[in-house]
């Protein structure tokens, strides 16, 4: 079992930043993939960024250039710097956990608003 738990949003202005960090705790040792996912109101959830266990970073094109996935040495937590962010950025960010093999998990964080005014 992992339990990821989201941190860093808020309101900010159209063109500011906000930092978001997931902390996993329990069976981290599994851990295969981090990802940041958002759902808008209204819209389904998507993929925002994620991480592998190696390292290997990808991004939805809507974010390409403006948000970084980053984690430490210790590969967690990990971090989602948003720069530059756009009214259509507001949603609720939710970290996500996959673990294995063996043991194939998939777990959710209970997510963290994120509001960008116009």
């Given at each position: 079992?992992?339990l990821p738990v989201?941190?860093?949003?808020?309101l900010?202005?159209?063109?500011?930043?906000?930092?978001?960090?997931?902390?996993?705790s329990?069976s981290?040792?599994s851990?295969?993939?981090?990802?940041?996912y958002?759902?808008a109101?209204?819209k389904?959830r998507?993929?925002?960024a994620?991480i592998?266990?190696?390292?290997?970073?990808?991004?939805?094109d809507?974010?390409?250039?403006?948000f970084?996935?980053s984690?430490?040495n210790?590969?967690n937590?990990v971090?989602?710097?948003?720069?530059n962010?756009?009214p259509?950025?507001?949603?609720?960010?939710y970290?996500?956990?996959k673990?294995?093999p063996?043991?194939v998990?998939d777990y959710w964080g209970r997510?963290t608003?994120v509001?960008v005014?116009a």
């Open positions: 079992q992992v989201e941190s860093g949003g808020g900010v202005e159209t063109g500011g930043s906000l930092r978001l960090a997931c902390a996993a329990g981290t040792g851990i295969n993939t981090i990802g940041w958002r759902q109101p209204g389904q998507e993929l925002v994620s592998t266990s190696r390292g290997i970073t990808n991004y939805a809507s974010v390409k250039g403006r970084t996935m984690r430490d210790a590969k937590p971090y989602l710097q948003m720069s962010l756009k259509e950025d507001t949603a609720v960010y970290c996500n956990v673990t294995g063996p043991v998990g997510g608003l509001t005014s």
